[in-house]
């Protein structure tokens, strides 16, 4: 392309025109952006030269440069085109490249892809451009993921965030599918595809057939969250839990036949008891002549999730020793508290507000709406109530004060279960409202963004899948610690 020779009415043009945010360049870049389906931030000051465009799980940084500030060609015949006030606009445009120069090195040095468009390519060819963008997300994809149980996808979407795309998630079953398929978008604008299957009566050599070749040249990650309910000291339904004791070892079959990269599999703590026939041990056994792992009792509150949740959690590599990553919450006083989800317009016992995803709290009863005003306090219990409004069984015992008190706002929530958004059923009280919490709230707590829908054919069920999810934030911190060991392992020569 010719540059225009640059007069003075032709930079004061310019002067007059240039925004740092919102100038046309960058608005038919966005346009182009989007039109391809690709998903991103903008104008993230926490990121080192504020980058137009950012794709965060991928680590690309993008830039709209203007050919004129930021010194088209300068050397060549840049310089040369500024015929006034010579002094102070090369004197400015050479500090502009040298800060431009001083931020790609920093960005590339924290593992950061830095692209930079020329105002007049996109004005010109548009497309090429994004087609480029297109190609970077690709080559920057180095993992691919299958979720096994993936359940509503908190697994799935902590793994996307970190950089991990999930091409396939797996459950029995069918009414998680739209939850599942509709909140987890990649990079790329595609989405996971959500398969109904029994994994006990699944043989692994179908699921071979359906990937195909689509994890070729990636590394692959099977995560595995099986049902918990037979591994749990709550088991309302033991009989028909037991068939879950063997999912795990189900999986088995599946990491044979495809040998993955990395597992990463979260349970409860009950996974490893001697009384349930130590399911864990069977599995790290199965699998210990190919793969190095560990194990570890994880308490989710010491990764910035805002809940006490202790799970067993097992991570293998096929590649190198591996260990799990460092803990970012080592002292009460930096845990996250469970106040961030309570952020939301108050509610009602009974009420929904549809402006808001999820947001709705269950009904209560006149009995226990007089219960739960009787506790003033955040974080107060039923030992707040008068006499009449006492349990007969909690009438001479001091124990289980949990049990419809009030959340504390000022620490972390306590676990929350399939029932949290229950009363009677653990402290799920709200803080301050007289109501247990919401859909939302418990979301929230489980670090679901808060677009994230929940589709299901009943409220309880929505809560049960809430209740069900590896916390998003914890499946992050797992997946991101994958792709840095990797990365690691590669600059070390591995």
């Not at 392309?1 to 004061?12: E, G, P, V």
């Not at 680590?59 to 002094?87: M, T």
């Not at 009566?201 to 990636?218: M, N, V, Y």
Request: charged letters at 30%.
């Amino acid at each position: 392309m010719t540059q225009k020779k640059r007069s003075k009415a032709h930079i004061q043009k310019n002067m007059e025109s240039v925004r740092s945010e919102g100038s046309k360049m960058e608005t038919a870049f966005e346009e182009g952006l989007r039109s391809a389906g690709i998903i991103f931030d903008q104008h993230c000051r926490d990121i080192i030269g504020t980058p137009d465009f950012v794709i965060r799980p991928l680590k690309i940084a993008i830039f709209c440069d203007s050919s004129f500030f930021h010194g088209y060609k300068w050397e060549e015949k840049g310089k040369a085109e500024i015929k006034s006030n010579k002094d102070f606009w090369i004197k400015k445009i050479e500090d502009t490249i040298k800060r431009d120069k001083n931020v790609n090195e920093k960005l590339a040095n924290q593992g950061w892809l830095v692209l930079r468009f020329w105002d007049f390519r996109i004005k010109d060819d548009l497309a090429s451009c994004i087609d480029i963008v297109k190609d970077k997300i690709e080559k920057r994809t180095e993992f691919v993921a299958v979720d096994f149980f993936c359940g509503a996808g908190g697994m799935t979407r902590g793994l996307l965030d970190a950089g991990v795309k999930v091409i396939f998630g797996i459950d029995i079953d069918a009414d998680l599918r739209k939850t599942y398929e509709t909140n987890n978008k990649w990079v790329d604008g595609t989405y996971p595809i959500f398969l109904q299957k029994d994994l006990s009566e699944w043989d692994p050599k179908e699921l071979r057939e359906i990937l195909g070749r689509t994890f070729d040249g990636k590394k692959l990650i099977f995560a595995a969250c099986p049902p918990c309910q037979f591994f749990t000291k709550i088991n309302t339904a033991r009989e028909k839990s037991k068939k879950e004791k063997n999912l795990l070892l189900s999986f088995i079959s599946f990491v044979e036949e495809f040998k993955p990269d990395y597992i990463l599999i979260e349970n409860v703590a009950g996974i490893q008891w001697q009384k349930n026939g130590n399911i864990l041990s069977d599995f790290a056994e199965s699998i210990k002549r190919n793969y190095f792992f560990c194990t570890k009792l994880i308490d989710a509150k010491k990764y910035g999730v805002p809940q006490t949740r202790r799970r067993v959690f097992l991570l293998a590599s096929k590649h190198d020793s591996i260990s799990f990553p460092e803990e970012t919450c080592k002292t009460p006083e930096e845990y996250v508290t469970s106040s961030v989800a309570f952020r939301f317009p108050p509610l009602k016992a009974g009420e929904e507000n549809f402006g808001i995803p999820n947001h709705r709290a269950a009904k209560l009863s006149e009995l226990n709406l007089k219960r739960i005003k009787a506790i003033k306090n955040p974080g107060g219990s039923r030992t707040e109530w008068p006499e009449e409004l006492q349990l007969e069984c909690y009438k001479e015992h001091r124990g289980n004060t949990d049990v419809y008190g009030r959340m504390n706002p000022n620490k972390p929530a306590p676990t929350i279960t399939t029932r949290f958004n229950s009363l009677s059923n653990g402290r799920f009280g709200h803080p301050t409202e007289d109501r247990a919490i919401s859909l939302r709230e418990g979301a929230a707590l489980q670090t679901f963004p808060d677009d994230y829908i929940f589709y299901s054919s009943s409220f309880q069920k929505s809560a049960k899948y809430i209740g069900n999810a590896v916390p998003v934030r914890l499946a992050y911190v797992m997946g991101r610690h994958i792709v840095k060991t990797t990365h690691k392992q590669i600059d070390e020569g591995v």
